[in-house]
C-alpha cells in the first residue's frame, strides 16, 4: 500500500525552525565526516583532468576520450627510434618514417635550445580516427604526444610553409621539452605550485618560437586587431577569439624577449629552482626566475613588450589603409564573427555562417533577405566548414560539416539543405568530404576529398549518387576550396604541395591539366572567378594578414594586381555581378578593425592599391624574423634508417603511472588518518587506473575504505570495473540523514550511438550488474520510522540496462539557466535472490524533460518521471515521495549513481509518500535574475549568477495496481524559488532557496515551507 505521513515536528511545533536548523546541521556534519575524502579525492582527480594551466595542457588520456568513441577495428603497430616511441594504426604504414625523421630532428633542436635531455623514450601516438586539426601533450612521468594526422584541411586552417605533421610533431614536443625543463624534483606535489606560477601564454610561445616561423593566421593577424583596437589583453573577457590572442601573444612575447634579451637567458630562466626544506624540494617558480636572471619584474616586461607593439602596430597602420577607406559602409548582416557569406543567384537572398554570440559559442546557417527589412531565417546549428554554394535555381545550400561517420569517427561530410522548408539531406558519408560547389548545370557537385591526406578533386552526380574521380594528386598534397568557372570549364583552387609551397592552380575540366598561376612563396588562397570568368581574385597572406589580389589566369604571363592593402586584413568571399556603378563587379570581403567582431563590406572590384611602403625603425621588427640559436628545418625528409626496432603496440605495457598522491585526513568526529590517491594511464585510454585508499588510525576495521576502478576502452562499449570497501552515500530518510557503507563492485558499460544527425546530441545505451553489501544501520540512530520499516542491512544483485537521449547547446550558463535542451532516459532495474541477494524486484523508470522559450530569456521547464515496482526492496530503497530534496548533480555517466535513491518531492509538503507507483511532474518558469551576488567568503566560496523560478509540482503514489486506486495519495504544489550558482574552491553548483505550498492552501501564510535545497537544473 501506499502511505503518506506528515512530519508532525514541523507542523505543529513551535520549535520547527530550530528543528530545520538541526538536521542542516547534523546534515553538514555528515557530509563532513563521510564525503571529506571523497570530496578530496575529487578535488584532486578534477585538479588532474582540467589542469590546462601552463604546462599540462591535457590529463592521461588517449584519443577516444576526446572525442568519446572507440576504435577496436584498429590494429596498432609500435617503431622505435633513439629517442621516440612511434605508435600508429597499420594502415598508416609509412608515417613512422616522416615522423620518425622529423623528431629527432626537433629533439636535436630542442636539446640545444632548452638545454634538456631524456631518460627515457617520448611516445608519440598518430591517428588519422577523426578528422580533427590538433594535437596535445601530456607531460606527466614517461610524457607522450597524441596527434591527428592525415588532415587535408590543413590547406587553409594553418598557414606557412610547414607540413601538418612537421608542424604539430615540434609544437606538442616542445611542450614536453618545457615541462622537462622545469618540473620539480617532486612529482605531482612539485607541478601545482609550477603550473600556477608559469604564465600560460608562454608555454604556447615556447612552443611556436622554437618550432616554427612568425605567421599570419596564429600570430599577426590577430595581434594586429587588438593592438589597433586598444585591447591587447587575452582577459578581458571582450572576445570569443581572446584563446587565440593568448596564442599570438605568448609568442610574440617570446620572440621579443629572445631578440632584445638574448637567447641564452631563456634557458637560465627555466633552470632555476626555489628551494625549500634544506634544499630537499625543489620548484620552478616563473615569476622569481625571471626576476632574478633579467633583473626586472615580469610584469614590467610585459609593459616594456605592450609599448613596443604599439609603436610598431601603430607605425605599421599609418602607412597601410583602413576600413574606412574601403569607400561603403559595413553591410548590415545579423551574427557575430561572419565566416562566410554567399549571396544567392540572383542576389535577393544572402547565406551566411555566423557565431550566434560569445555566450552561445556555436554557429548558424541563416537566409536574409537581401532588402531593407533583412529577414532572417535559420536553417541550421552546428559546426560548418566553409564556403557554401548555391545551387544555380537558388533553392538549395551545400555546405560542409564534421559528423559521425564510420565507426563513430567525426569526420568532414557533404549536406544540402532546402532553403524554403529547412530540410536537410546528408549526401555523402564517411567520405571526409569539403568545399562543394555546384556545376552551372547544378546536375553535379565537386568538392575535395581526402584521401588519407592527399586532396582530390571529385564530382558527385546530384541524381545518381556517384561519385568520380577529378585530379590525380598522390602524397603530402592537400587543396583548399574551389571555385568553380561561370561556364564550367574550369576549378581554380588553392594546392599545398610536399615542398610546403602554397600556389593557386587552375584545372581545366575538358583535359585534366592543372596550370600554376602564382609562384608559390606567398601563402596564396581563396580564388574567386569574375562573373564573366575573365578574371581571378584571390587572398594572399604576404602582407602577415590577408589581402586581396587579382590576375588574368589565361594570360600567357600572369601579372598580379592588388585590390587591398588593409593594414588588419582582408579576405576576399564572392565576387558579384556588375552594377550601374561597378562595371568590373563587386566584391564581398570580411575584414575588421578589431577583435570584437568582422565586418562585410562590398567593394569595386575595379579598386587598385599600390604596394605599400612599410619603413618602420629596424629596432622594431627585429623580433618578426629572430630566430633560436637551433632551427628545425622547414621540409624533413623521411628517414627510415631512424628506425632501430618494431614491434606489435602493446596496450598493457604502456601503462604508466601519471601521479601519485598521499595526504592525511581529519575530521570533526575525532577520526584521522592517511590516505592516498594513485592514478595510472595508458595513451591511447584503453586502460585506465585510479585507487583511493584511507586507513583509519583510531577506527581501522569501520572507517577504512578503499575504491579501485579500472576503465576498459578495448572494445566498442567501454567498460568500467569498480571495487569498494566502505563507500558512503546518503540520502534522506525520516527525519533524518540515512547514510549507508557499501562494499561490494559493479561493472558498467556505455555505448554511444549515433543515430540522430546532429551536434547537440548524444545517445547512450548502457547497462550495470552491481553485487554489494549495504550496511544501513550504522550511523542510524532512529528509534521509529513513520512512513515505512526500518533501514535494512543486507546484500543486493542487480542489474540496470537503459538508454539516454539529449540535446543541450553550448550556453555560458548552462549551469544556472540553460536556454534549450531536452532529454530522454529509460531504464530498467532487475534485483535477484541469486547470489545471495536478498532483495527481488523490477523496477522500470521513465523520465524525461524538455525546455521552452519564455519571452526574452525567460524560460518554461517540464520534467516528468513515472517509475513502478514489482516485489520487493529495501525500506531505504523506496518508491515515492520525500520530505526533503536529495542532493542531485547534472549530466552524470549514465548507469552512475553516487546516491541510491528514486524518489522526487513535491515542494510546499514535508511528509514522506511510499508505494509501487510514482507519477511525477513540474512546470517551472525561470527568469534570470542578477548576473552574480558579488560574494566572496574566505576567497574560496563566492555567490555568482541567480535565477528566479515559478514553479508547481505534481506527484501521485500508490501501490500494486497499474492504475491509481483507493490509497493514491495526491500532491501539487507551487512556489517561487532562487537559484544561484555556488563555487567552492573550483567546484561550481547550484544550491535553491524557496518558499512554496501546497496548492490547496495557496492564500495562507501560515503553512508556507522555506527550503533550501542542492540540485541540478536539469536532470541529465
Known amino acids: ?50 589542469c590546462d594551466v601552463g604546462y599540462t595542457r591535457g590529463f592521461p588520456v588517449g584519443f577516444s576520450m576526446f572525442n568519446q568513441r572507440n576504435h577496436p577495428e584498429l590494429e596498432w603497430k609500435s617503431a622505435e627510434t633513439k629517442h621516440f616511441i612511434i605508435s600508429y594504426p597499420a594502415h598508416l604504414a609509412g608515417i613512422e618514417a616522416q615522423a620518425a625523421a622529423i623528431a629527432e630532428a626537433t629533439y636535436e633542436a630542442l636539446s640545444e635550445n632548452m638545454d634538456v635531455r631524456f631518460d627515457y623514450k617520448i611516445r608519440i601516438n598518430l591517428s588519422d580516427e577523426d578528422e580533427i586539426m590538433n594535437g596535445f601533450a601530456v607531460p606527466f612521468p614517461r610524457a607522450y604526444t597524441n596527434i591527428w594526422v592525415n588532415l587535408n584541411q590543413v590547406a587553409e586552417g594553418w598557414s606557412g610553409r610547414e607540413k601538418w605533421l612537421r608542424t604539430v610533431i615540434a609544437h606538442e614536443l616542445a611542450h614536453i621539452f618545457h615541462f622537462e625543463a622545469v618540473k620539480s624534483n617532486l612529482r605531482l606535489p612539485g607541478l601545482l605550485p609550477t603550473a600556477a606560477a608559469m604564465p600560460v ?232 568530404a569539403a568545399y562543394p560547389v555546384f556545376s552551372p548545370d547544378g546536375l553535379s557537385l565537386y568538392h575535395v576529398v581526402n584521401e588519407s591526406g592527399t586532396g582530390n578533386v571529385f564530382a558527385l552526380d546530384l541524381n545518381t549518387g556517384d561519385a568520380s574521380r577529378i585530379t590525380l594528386h598522390t602524397g603530402d598534397v592537400q587543396i583548399g576550396r574551389l571555385a568553380m568557372h561561370p561556364e564550367g570549364t574550369h576549378l581554380a583552387f588553392l594546392r599545398f604541395d610536399a615542398d610546403g609551397s602554397r600556389h593557386i592552380v587552375v584545372l581545366n575540366l575538358e583535359n585534366g591539366e592543372e596550370r600554376i598561376l602564382t609562384d608559390g612563396d606567398h601563402d596564396d588562397r581563396h580564388p574567386l572567378w569574375s562573373p564573366d570568368g575573365r578574371m ?88 618578426l624574423t629572430h630566430k633560436p640559436p637551433s632551427v628545425i628545418p622547414t621540409n624533413v625528409a623521411p628517414d627510415e634508417s631512424l628506425i632501430i626496432d618494431r614491434y606489435e603496440y602493446n596496450s598493457w605495457k604502456n601503462i604508466s603511472h601519471a601521479a601519485t598522491l598521499p595526504f592525511p585526513y581529519f575530521t570533526s568526529s575525532d577520526d584521522f588518518g592517511l590516505g592516498v590517491i594513485s592514478l595510472f594511464s595508458e595513451p591511447l585510454s584503453k586502460h585506465m587506473f585510479t585507487m583511493a585508499a584511507a586507513v583509519s588510525f583510531r577506527e581501522f576495521r569501520d572507517n577504512s575504505l578503499f575504491f579501485f576502478s579500472y576503465i576498459n576502452n578495448q572494445f566498442k562499449p567501454s567498460l568500467s570495473i569498480n571495487l569498494y570497501h566502505n563507500s558512503f552515500t546518503g540520502r534522506f530518510f525520516e527525519r533524518d540523514y540515512l547514510v549507508t557503507t557499501n562494499s561490494g563492485a559493479y561493472l558498467l558499460a556505455t555505448l554511444p550511438r549515433d543515430w540522430i544527425d546532429n551536434t547537440f546530441v548524444n545517445s547512450t545505451l548502457y547497462g550495470r550488474f552491481r553485487y554489494e553489501y549495504t550496511d544501513a544501520n550504522r550511523f542510524w540512530e532512529e528509534e521509529a520510522v513513520f512512513f515505512s520499516d526500518a533501514p535494512q542491512d543486507g546484500w543486493q544483485q542487480d542489474f540496470q540496462m537503459g538508454l539516454r537521449i539529449s540535446k543541450q547547446k553550448p550556453f555560458a550558463h548552462n549551469l544556472i539557466h540553460p536556454l534549450d535542451g531536452w532529454g530522454f532516459e529509460t531504464r530498467i532495474t532487475v534485483a535477484s535472490r541469486l547470489m545471495g541477494g536478498e532483495t527481488e524486484y523490477i523496477r522500470p523508470d521513465i523520465q524525461a524533460y524538455r525546455i521552452l522559450p519564455g519571452g526574452g530569456n525567460n524560460r518554461f521547464f517540464l520534467f516528468g518521471r513515472a517509475i513502478a515496482q514489482w516485489g520487493d526492496a529495501f525500506p531505504q530503497d523506496y518508491i ?96 517561487l524559488e532562487l537559484k544561484n550558482v555556488i563555487s567552492i574552491g573550483g567546484l561550481q553548483l547550484v544550491h535553491s532557496l524557496g518558499a512554496a505550498q501546497s496548492v490547496r492552501e495557496m492564500g495562507r501564510d501560515e503553512d508556507v515551507e522555506v527550503y533550501y535545497r542542492v540540485r541540478a537544473v536539469i536532470p541529465f
Open 1 to 50: 500500500m501506499s502511505r503518506s505521513f506528515p512530519n508532525l515536528a514541523e507542523r505543529h511545533s513551535p520549535g520547527a525552525w530550530l528543528n530545520k536548523l538541526l538536521i542542516n546541521c547534523y546534515l553538514f556534519e555528515i557530509m563532513k565526516r563521510t564525503l571529506f575524502l571523497k570530496s578530496f579525492i575529487i578535488l584532486t582527480i578534477t585538479t588532474l583532468l582540467l
Open 201 to 432: 601564454p608562454w608555454t604556447e610561445g615556447v612552443a611556436q618560437y622554437f618550432t616554427e616561423p612568425w605567421h599570419a593566421l596564429r600570430g599577426d593577424h590577430l595581434l594586429r586587431q587588438a593592438f589597433y583596437d586598444g585591447r591587447p589583453s587575452y582577459e578581458d573577457g571582450t572576445s570569443i577569439r581572446n584563446t587565440a590572442l593568448m596564442y599570438a601573444a605568448g609568442n610574440a612575447q617570446m620572440r621579443y624577449f629572445s631578440a632584445a634579451y638574448g637567447d641564452s637567458l631563456l634557458p637560465e630562466i627555466l633552470a632555476h629552482r626555489q628551494k625549500s626544506f634544506g634544499g630537499l624540494i625543489r620548484v620552478h617558480n616563473f615569476d622569481k626566475a625571471f626576476k632574478e636572471v633579467t633583473g626586472k619584474k615580469f610584469s614590467d616586461f610585459e609593459d616594456e613588450w605592450r609599448r613596443h607593439k604599439n609603436i610598431y602596430y601603430h607605425s605599421l597602420a599609418a602607412k597601410m589603409e583602413r576600413s574606412d577607406s574601403l569607400g561603403s559602409d559595413p553591410e548590415k548582416i545579423p551574427g557575430l564573427f561572419i565566416q562566410d557569406v554567399q549571396y544567392s543567384p540572383d542576389t535577393s537572398m544572402i547565406a551566411v555562417i555566423s557565431l550566434v554570440s560569445m555566450q552561445r559559442p556555436y554557429q548558424q546557417l541563416a537566409v536574409i533577405e537581401n532588402d531593407s527589412l533583412r529577414r532572417r531565417n535559420i536553417l541550421w546549428e552546428g559546426s560548418f566548414l566553409s564556403p557554401l554554394s548555391w545551387s544555380p535555381d537558388g533553392e538549395k545550400i551545400a555546405y560542409a560539416a564534421p559528423a559521425r561517420g564510420k565507426h563513430g569517427s567525426i569526420l568532414n561530410d557533404i549536406y544540402l539543405i532546402d532553403v524554403k522548408t529547412g530540410s536537410r539531406e546528408r549526401i555523402t558519408h564517411s567520405a571526409r
Open 536 to 623: 581571378l581574385a584571390y587572398t594572399s597572406l604576404r602582407d602577415y594578414v590577408p589581402n586581396v589580389f587579382l590576375m588574368d589566369p589565361f594570360a600567357d604571363h600572369p601579372s598580379e594586381e592588388r585590390i587591398t592593402s588593409l593594414f588588419a586584413g582582408a579576405t576576399a568571399l564572392q565576387w558579384l555581378p556588375p552594377d550601374s556603378l561597378n562595371e568590373r563587379g563587386r566584391l564581398v570581403i570580411a575584414t575588421s578593425d578589431t577583435k570584437r567582431d568582422n565586418e562585410i563590406y562590398i567593394i569595386d572590384a575595379g579598386r587598385r592599391k599600390e604596394e605599400p611602403v612599410v619603413d618602420i625603425n629596424p629596432a622594431y621588427t627585429e623580433w
Open 880 to 975: 515515492g515521495l520525500s520530505r526533503y530534496d536529495d542532493i542531485r548533480f547534472g549530466n552524470m555517466l549514465p548507469g552512475l549513481e553516487f546516491l541510491y535513491t528514486d524518489t522526487e518531492r513535491v515542494r510546499g509538503y514535508r511528509d514522506y509518500a511510499s508505494g509501487d507507483r510514482l507519477l511525477f511532474g513540474t512546470l517551472e518558469y525561470r527568469m534570470p535574475f542578477m548576473e552574480s551576488l558579488q560574494t566572496r567568503i574566505l576567497g574560496l566560496v563566492s555567490l555568482g549568477r541567480t535565477s528566479l523560478t515559478a514553479f508547481i509540482d505534481g506527484g501521485l503514489v500508490w501501490s500494486d495496481e497499474i492504475l491509481p486506486g483507493d490509497d493514491l495519495v495526491k500532491r501539487a504544489g507551487t512556489g
